[in-house]
């Protein structure tokens, strides 16, 4: 059995920075990782999507250029060369990542499927078939999720669905993509895959998409998807499929409590993400883990045993990359900084990249109400932003809730050209504690998308 100080399993996007952090410290570090170097961000996740919707925005661009005096004939949507693409710049990141890790002296790296034996010991199953074992005082889980498969519905085994992995070794535009899931892997797979061409329906069990977001910020990102032909079922279950011989795929669903059959060529399953503990054996280390198999960890990330802790989606809570890095500096400053760090109270932005972007920080208007606070909500509309006009769109919103009393903003909604950037601004103001009255006033650049805060905090004035 080898002897480390340190193993990290899954080399995610805490994993990897953080074996190297423990190895440039002296620490004798192992990095096991089943697949590929990079975790979901890099390979199916953040990365390739973010390209490919690049690729779709630009292919909307040019079906409605000649509104701004720019005329494009004849343009065509090449999924191979989309593919190609976006394969190139995930194996730049890809390689990148592991000779960084491979060029860290005290670290090494280990291609297999780790178990626990006990609360300090491993085996791994390596690629061909032999295992190894390795033993160290302090283990970090950074195994991530992967995509929840219903198993209610009829059928489902019988066809061959999509998960937001596999939907990216597709080399033919879809003739009618069906997406299970209104959320932000659906809707930014559903707008994608619209703008390459193919006929997309969306269908989602809640009575709206985007369900945890209020109903404003919902009806504003339904109104856009329906103005680009994205067909959206709301309050429908999937019932069952059924495969057609002729290689075509019939869902019958359950949409206000009325049966509809929809035939489709493709099937996209995005109804969520589960942590990914199955295979550890964690009960071997005594590690408790929650309803839906998540680690889980007190503030500082350590599990109930002592010494093991659990980085990113696998720990449950907010599934971000992010959020999974600044797991890995917490751990990293607390062991080797000797800070006293936790995960209490932290900012939590997030993104969907549909094309405007959805930026949120903060909490809702839904969960200002729910706390019984005493709050006030600015809304601007894009169409009121100059530097929307002058760029040619106008969908979207800017979205505030502030405290009454204090003056200082709560959380955030902007859905926009720009809307991540945009709430990133107000992020830094809620973080210094910068009241939305002197955001009122503040100098912005002309023009500019974050100029119109001066405009949307107007709108509070007596």
Do not use: W
């Not at 195994?143 to 596999?166: F, R």
Request: charged share 25%; proline share 2%; net charge positive.
């Amino acid at each position: 059995m080898k002897q480390y100080d340190a193993i990290i399993i899954g080399s995610g996007q805490a994993g990897v920075p953080l074996s190297k952090k423990l190895a440039n410290a002296g620490m004798k570090t192992l990095l096991i990782e089943k697949g590929v170097v990079g975790g979901t961000c890099i390979n199916d996740g953040c990365t390739p999507t973010k390209t490919m919707v690049a690729s779709a925005r630009l292919a909307y661009l040019a079906g409605r250029c000649n509104d701004m005096g720019v005329e494009i004939k004849g343009y065509k949507v090449d999924l191979k060369q989309i593919k190609k693409r976006t394969q190139g710049i995930v194996l730049k990141s890809r390689n990148g990542a592991q000779k960084a890790i491979e060029d860290t002296a005290n670290l090494d790296l280990v291609f297999g499927e780790a178990r626990f034996e006990s609360n300090h010991e491993i085996t791994v199953k390596l690629k061909d078939g032999k295992t190894e074992q390795f033993m160290a005082a302090q283990i970090f889980i950074n195994t991530g999720a992967a995509t929840i498969i219903p198993k209610d519905i009829e059928g489902i085994d019988q066809i061959d669905y999509l998960t937001s992995h596999s939907i990216l070794e597709l080399d033919k535009v879809p003739e009618h993509l069906l997406i299970i899931g209104g959320n932000y892997i659906g809707l930014e797979f559903g707008q994608m895959f619209r703008r390459f061409g193919s006929k997309v329906t969306i269908i989602e069990k809640s009575a709206q998409l985007l369900s945890r977001e209020d109903d404003d910020v919902a009806a504003e990102i339904t109104n856009i998807l329906n103005g680009e032909g994205v067909n959206i079922l709301t309050n429908a279950k999937t019932l069952r499929f059924k495969q057609k011989e002729k290689g075509g795929i019939t869902a019958t669903v359950m949409v206000n409590g009325e049966e509809q059959k929809i035939k489709c060529s493709h099937v996209l399953i995005a109804i969520g993400r589960a942590p990914q503990t199955q295979a550890l054996a964690l009960e071997k280390a005594g590690v408790k883990t929650g309803q839906k198999g998540e680690i889980l960890v007190n503030s500082k990330l350590e599990t109930n045993i002592k010494g093991i802790y659990a980085l990113g989606d696998v720990k449950g809570g907010p599934a971000f990359t992010h959020i999974a890095y600044n797991d890995y500096t917490i751990v990293y400053r607390n062991l080797i900084e000797k800070q006293n760090l936790n995960i209490r109270n932290r900012p939590v932005p997030y993104c969907m990249f549909t094309d405007p972007e959805l930026g949120r920080i903060g909490i809702s208007e839904k969960e200002a109400k729910a706390q019984g606070l005493n709050y006030k909500v600015a809304t601007l509309e894009m169409s009121h932003v100059a530097r929307a006009i002058e760029t040619g769109d106008t969908r979207g919103f800017m979205k505030a809730i502030v405290d009454t009393k204090t003056k200082k903003i709560l959380g955030a909604a902007i859905i926009g050209t720009e809307g991540g950037e945009i709430m990133t601004v107000l992020q830094m103001a809620m973080l210094g504690g910068i009241t939305y009255d002197r955001i009122r006033y503040c100098v912005f650049a002309h023009p500019t998308y974050s100029e119109s805060l001066n405009n949307l905090f107007m709108t509070l004035e007596d």
